[in-house]
Nanobody, 125 residues
Framework: QVQLQESGPGLVKPSQTLSLTCTVS??????????WSWVRQPPGKGLEWMGA???????YYSPSLKSRTSISRDTSKNQFTLQLSSVTPEDTAVYYC?????????????????WGQGTQVTVSS
């Protein structure tokens, strides 16, 4: 059973960089054909796919967030990390990590079979 667990600060100040880590157990992030994504849900809104890192380390980003987003991985720890720069209160959301079978979101979250429980991040001074 694959398990994902998000970790990171729950409060970030405006203009700072948000950094979250997803620790994966029960499976390797280098297993072929899997893509490891970050998805967020602002209060009262739907899910928003942010980006992903592949089993080879290739990265894919949402066009609307690409300029502020970086996803990396540490294969020795079986972790992948999200960094979102220049945050504003509009970046307040529950952030999830998830495993998918596609590089980019295609309109169906059915392609994502394992999810973390989510972590609340609030951007406020």
């Amino acid at each position: 059973q694959v398990q994902l667990q998000e970790s990171g600060p729950g409060l970030v100040k405006p203009s700072q960089t948000l950094s979250l880590t997803c620790t994966v157990s029960g499976g390797s992030i280098t297993t072929i054909y899997y893509y490891w994504s970050w998805v967020r849900q602002p209060p009262g809104k739907g899910l928003e796919w942010m980006g992903a890192i592949s089993y080879t380390g290739g990265t894919y980003y949402s066009p609307s967030l690409k300029s502020r987003t970086s996803i990396s991985r540490d294969t020795s720890k079986n972790q992948f990390t999200l960094q979102l720069s220049s945050v504003t209160p509009e970046d307040t959301a529950v952030y999830y990590c998830a495993r998918g079978s596609v590089a980019r979101y295609r309109g169906d979250y059915g392609n994502y079979d394992y999810w973390g429980q989510g972590t609340q991040v609030t951007v406020s001074s």
